[in-house]
């Protein structure tokens, strides 16, 4: 809650809940209820979705939480195998639906890798025939856990590079980074506190460093610089009549956008009605 509120002065407005599996933790409805009362106008968890509890789907409705899912496949043998978890591709599925039935916003994210690798069409198929229009894919990043799949002797490397704009990671152990990637570069502690590690030149460096990388990987990996603005830790743009349209590429699908009133068709052929070029005001 200090976090929350030490971001709220700094203007922030945009929280990420994410983990390991921050569904586990059992005050995360608390900190969604805090973060909208200091003034958060977009909250999302990032959730594998498995264990939603009845309070916890509550809090999201009532707070109107935006909620992100990894989905790994579209067979649930490949997708249990990837998370190591015996039925989680059901249980994932069940509160996508749920939350598309409470008119929630939904996105979800697919990590390509050895095991899934042929199922990345099929897995955005079915996520969008089941309503879900705000489909990711992204590769494994040599970072971390990924590290064990893709090697890397530069970690700068592996960033998407939207960790130079404007966001930070605060760990559960206070440890402060610009991104949930890029741990390996500390740029602060909870102690120390959020506003000495904006602030700081460390941060800033780190950023034009990033940018720097990323730059460079336009060259040599078009698709994933095309898809740096929708990475699996970045939560979807917010959309609507008043807002300028998020940036867009021919990987990415359109995100949904409110009020929930479909505009109708729209082709050549259709009549737009009393309104065209030669008709006077």
């Known amino acids: 809650m200090a976090v929350l509120d030490e971001a709220a002065g700094l203007q922030c407005r945009r929280a990420q809940f994410i983990g390991g599996e921050p569904t586990l933790y059992p005050a995360l409805g608390r ?12 909250l999302e968890v990032y959730t594998n979705g498995t264990v939603l509890s009845r309070e916890l789907k509550a809090a999201f409705a009532r707070f109107d939480v935006d909620l992100a899912f990894s989905v790994y496949a579209a ?7 990837i998370t190591g978890q015996g039925g989680s591709w059901a249980k994932t599925l069940a509160s996508i639906r749920w939350a598309l039935g409470e008119g929630l916003r939904v996105r979800a994210s697919i ?36 590290s064990r799949e893709v090697a890397s ?60 990388s990323h730059s460079e990987l336009r060259v040599r990996e078009p698709v994933v610089a095309a898809a740096v603005e929708c990475g699996p830790e970045r939560p979807a743009p917010p959309c609507g009549p008043e807002r300028p349209a998020p940036p867009c590429g021919p990987e990415r699908p ?16 259709r009549d737009p009605g009393p ?6 005001p």
Request: glycine share 12%; aromatic share 2%.
């Open 31 to 42: 900190l969604i209820e805090h973060a909208r009362l200091r003034g958060f106008t977009d």
């Open 75 to 81: 067979r649930p043998g490949v997708h249990d195998a």
């Open 111 to 146: 990590v390509a890798m050895e095991a899934n690798e042929d199922q990345v069409a099929d897995t955005r198929r079915l996520l969008e025939a089941m309503g879900v229009s705000n489909v990711g894919a992204d590769r494994v990043r040599g970072i971390g856990r990924g």
């Open 153 to 212: 002797a530069a970690p700068m490397k592996e960033l998407c590079g939207a960790c130079g704009q404007g966001q930070l990671c605060i760990s559960s152990d206070g440890q402060i980074s610009p991104c949930v990637f890029s741990k390996f570069h500390p740029v602060g502690t909870r102690e120390g506190g959020l506003t000495t590690a904006v602030r700081s030149g460390e941060l800033q460096a780190f950023r034009a460093a990033a940018r720097s």
């Open 254 to 269: 359109a995100p949904p956008c409110r009020p929930e009133k479909d505009p109708g068709p729209c082709n050549p052929e």
């Open 275 to 280: 309104c065209r070029p030669e008709t006077a």
